[in-house]
C-alpha cells in the first residue's frame, strides 16, 4: 500500500520540468545588490526580487544540530555581521535523497546542517499599505523521514501575491529528528525525543520575533502542513511548548491516528538502530553523536513503510497521543481548516489484497465493515477506499468535529484534477491539493501548458477559500459558494470537485464505524 505514489510521481516529474527550464535554482548565487534587505535578530540579511514578490531563501533559525548539536535542542543562531546572503535555499534536512529512477529527477542537496527557512512577502502593498499582513508557516510532508521545501510545489510567491507572508521551514526528519535511547536520558534526565517537532517550534518562535521586518502580524499566524506537516501541525496544536505561538490551522491530508511509539518503545527502537549502526549497548550519548551521518540516512531508508515513525509520545513536545490530548480537553482552541482528497491511497493490483485479508484485522466487525460499501467494487477499489477512510477521511473528520467544540472548524473534500491528467487517477491522489494549494501551477511549464481555464478557476477559488482564513479565520467569502462551518449539528463539507458546493453527511456511516471503532480500541488498524 502506498498513498498516491503515482500521483507523487507526476508531481515530481513536474519539478523535473522547472529544474530544465532553469526555475529551479541550484548551486553558489552572487548577491544581488539591488535585493530587498531586512533586519533580524541575528543581522542583516539580503534576498531577491523574484515572480513580483521580495524572496529570502536559507535564513538560519537554529544553530547547526551537527556533532554535539546532534539530538539535543534546537540551540540559539550566533549572530553574524555585515550583510547575510540569502538567495538560495538551504539544503534539505538528511534523508536519503537519491534520483527518481522513473522520472530521473535529480536528488536535492541534502545536510545535518539543515535548520533554515524561507521567507516570501509582498513587493507591493496588498490591502492596507501599512498594515501588518496575515503569515502562513509551511510544514512540508514526507512521512517524518523525507521532505524538501526547495522544490516549486512550495513556492510561496503566489501566496506573498494576494498579500500573505509565507514561511517555509526544514525540520529534523527520521532518527535525526525523531530518536530515544538510554544514554542521551542518562547525560541529561530531561533530553526530549521529538527534536523535529521542536524545531517546527522554534521556527515559530523565529516567527514571533522577527516576521515584522518582512511586514507579517506576528499576532496572525497560521499554521499549515500536509501529510506528516499537517499531523505535526495537529501536535503542536496539543503541545503546551507551542501554545500562543499560532493563532490558525490549516492541516491538509494528514493521518491524526498515525500509528505511533511511546518513550519506552522508543528507547528500544533507538537501541536497536544504535546497535545496527554499530555502536554497543552501553555506548555514552558521546558515542552516539559520533554516528556518521550517512549510517543513520541508511538505517532511514531501511525502515519498512508502515513501521510506527513520527512523534514519540511522552516528551515536553508531544505529552500525549492526539486522541487523549482531545479527551484532556488540551488541543488549542484555535480555527482549524482540515480536509482529504477524494484518491489519497493508491493500491499496485500485484498486491493482491483480498477484501478478507484487508478485513481481517477488524476482528468481529469485519461484516459491519463490508457492508459499508458497494459490493460489486473490485478489491482495489475496496481497499483504497477502506485505507482511505481509516487513514484520511475519519481521522480528520474526527478531529474537525472535536475542534468544533473549541473553536470555529472547516472541512472540505478536494475531487479535483486537471483535465488531462483525469484518466490517470480515480480521483484527486494524494498530495495533488499543492499546486492548487500553494498556486504554482503557474510556475511549472508543463503543468501551466496543459490547464485549461477550468483548472485555473478551480485553482484561484482553493486559494481564495484559504487566503481568506490566513486572514480572517474564515474561509467565507462573498463572491464564492457559501462554505459553511463542520460542527455536529450539519458536518457540512465543502466539496471542491467540477462543482463546488456544500455537502451534508457524505460517507457519514463509514466515518462513523471507524470513528467509533478507533475509539473503543484506541489503537491504529
Known amino acids: 500500500m502506498h498513498s498516491g505514489n503515482t500521483g507523487y510521481k507526476v508531481l515530481t516529474t513536474l519539478a523535473k520540468a522547472m529544474l530544465?527550464?532553469?526555475?529551479?535554482?541550484?548551486?553558489?548565487?552572487?548577491?544581488?545588490?539591488?535585493?530587498?534587505?531586512?533586519?533580524?535578530?541575528s543581522g542583516l540579511i539580503r534576498g531577491v526580487n523574484e515572480l513580483g514578490v521580495r524572496a529570502f531563501k536559507g535564513i538560519p533559525y537554529a544553530a547547526p544540530p551537527i556533532k554535539e548539536n546532534r539530538w539535543r535542542r534546537p540551540q540559539p543562531v550566533q549572530p553574524w555581521s555585515g550583510v547575510r546572503v540569502t538567495s538560495q535555499f538551504g539544503p534539505a534536512c538528511a534523508q536519503s535523497a537519491q534520483e527518481d529512477p522513473n522520472t530521473k529527477l535529480p536528488a536535492p542537496s541534502v545536510s545535518e546542517d539543515c535548520l533554515t527557512l524561507n521567507v516570501w512577502t509582498p513587493s507591493s502593498p496588498v490591502g492596507a499599505p501599512d498594515a501588518p499582513k496575515p503569515v502562513m508557516v509551511w510544514l512540508h510532508g514526507g512521512d517524518f523521514r523525507s521532505g524538501v521545501v526547495s522544490y516549486p510545489l512550495s513556492n510561496g510567491a503566489q501566496l506573498a501575491n494576494q498579500g500573505v507572508v509565507v514561511v517555509t521551514i526544514n525540520y529534523r526528519l527520521g532518527y535525526f529528528g525523531f530518536f530515544d535511547h538510554p544514554a542521551l536520558v542518562r547525560e541529561d534526565v530531561t533530553t526530549p525525543a521529538n527534536f523535529g517537532l521542536l524545531d517546527q517550534i522554534e521556527a515559530l518562535k523565529w516567527v514571533q520575533e522577527n516576521i515584522s521586518a518582512f511586514g507579517g502580524d506576528p499576532g496572525n499566524v497560521t499554521l499549515a502542513g500536509d501529510d506528516a506537516g499537517a499531523v505535526s501541525a495537529y501536535y503542536l496544536m496539543a503541545s503546551p511548548k507551542a501554545l500562543g505561538l499560532f493563532h490558525k490551522v490549516i492541516a491538509q491530508s494528514g493521518d491524526p491516528w498515525l500509528k505511533l511509539?511511546?518513550?519506552?518503545?522508543?528507547?528500544?527502537?533507538?537501541?536497536?538502530a544504535a546497535t545496527q549502526a554499530g555502536v554497543a549497548a552501553d555506548a555514552d550519548a558521546a558515542q552516539l553523536r559520533a554516528i556518521p551521518a550517512g549510517t543513520l540516512i541508511k538505517l532511514n531508508s531501511e525502515l519498512p513503510p508502515d513501521a510506527a515513525f513520527g512523534p514519540i509520545i511522552g516528551d515536553e513536545a508531544a505529552p500525549y497521543a492526539l486522541l487523549d490530548a482531545v479527551d484532556r480537553k488540551l488541543m488549542a482552541p484555535v480555527p482549524l481548516l482540515t480536509g482529504v482528497n477524494s484518491y489519497e491511497v493508491s493500491i499496485a493490483p500485484q498486491l493482491s489484497l483480498t477484501q478478507e485479508t484487508i478485513l481481517a484485522p477488524l476482528?468481529?466487525?469485519?461484516?459491519?465493515?463490508?457492508?459499508?460499501?458497494?459490493?460489486?467494487?473490485?478489491?482495489?477499489?475496496?481497499?483504497?477506499?477502506?485505507?482511505?477512510?481509516?487513514?484520511?477521511?475519519?481521522?480528520?473528520?474526527?478531529?474537525?468535529?472535536?475542534?468544533?467544540?473549541?473553536?470555529?472548524?472547516?472541512?472540505?473534500?478536494?475531487?479535483?484534477?486537471?483535465?488531462?491528467?483525469?484518466?490517470?487517477f480515480a480521483g484527486t491522489p494524494h498530495g495533488w491539493h499543492l499546486p492548487f494549494t500553494f498556486g504554482t501551477?503557474?510556475?511549472?511549464?508543463?503543468?501551466?501548458?496543459?490547464?485549461?481555464?477550468?483548472?485555473?478557476?478551480?485553482?484561484?477559488?482553493?486559494?481564495?477559500?484559504?487566503?481568506?482564513?490566513?486572514?480572517?479565520?474564515?474561509?467565507?467569502?462573498?463572491?464564492?459558494?457559501?462554505?459553511?462551518?463542520?460542527?455536529?449539528?450539519?458536518?457540512?463539507?465543502?466539496?471542491?470537485?467540477?462543482?463546488?458546493?456544500?455537502?451534508?453527511?457524505?460517507?457519514?456511516?463509514?466515518?462513523?464505524?471507524?470513528?467509533?471503532?478507533?475509539?473503543n480500541s484506541n489503537k491504529k488498524y
Open 261 to 272: 511509539e511511546d518513550r519506552n518503545q522508543a528507547k528500544k527502537s533507538g537501541m536497536k
Open 20 to 41: 530544465l527550464s532553469g526555475l529551479l535554482l541550484s548551486g553558489a548565487q552572487a548577491e544581488d545588490l539591488n535585493g530587498p534587505l531586512a533586519q533580524v535578530k
Open 441 to 519: 501551477y503557474s510556475l511549472i511549464p508543463e503543468m501551466y501548458a496543459n490547464f485549461r481555464p477550468q483548472d485555473i478557476t478551480m485553482a484561484r477559488r482553493f486559494q481564495r477559500y484559504l487566503v481568506n482564513f490566513m486572514r480572517s479565520a474564515s474561509p467565507s467569502d462573498p463572491t464564492l459558494p457559501n462554505w459553511p462551518a463542520y460542527n455536529a449539528q450539519n458536518q457540512i463539507m465543502m466539496v471542491l470537485g467540477d462543482a463546488t458546493e456544500p455537502m451534508a453527511g457524505l460517507f457519514r456511516q463509514r466515518i462513523e464505524f471507524f470513528t467509533t471503532l478507533y475509539r
Open 363 to 424: 476482528g468481529d466487525q469485519k461484516d459491519a465493515a463490508r457492508a459499508l460499501y458497494p459490493e460489486d467494487w473490485s478489491d482495489t477499489q475496496f481497499a483504497e477506499k477502506v485505507f482511505s477512510d481509516m487513514r484520511y477521511n475519519a481521522p480528520n473528520r474526527w478531529l474537525a468535529l472535536e475542534q468544533s467544540h473549541r473553536a470555529s472548524a472547516w472541512f472540505y473534500y478536494f475531487n479535483y484534477a486537471p483535465q488531462y491528467l483525469r484518466e490517470q
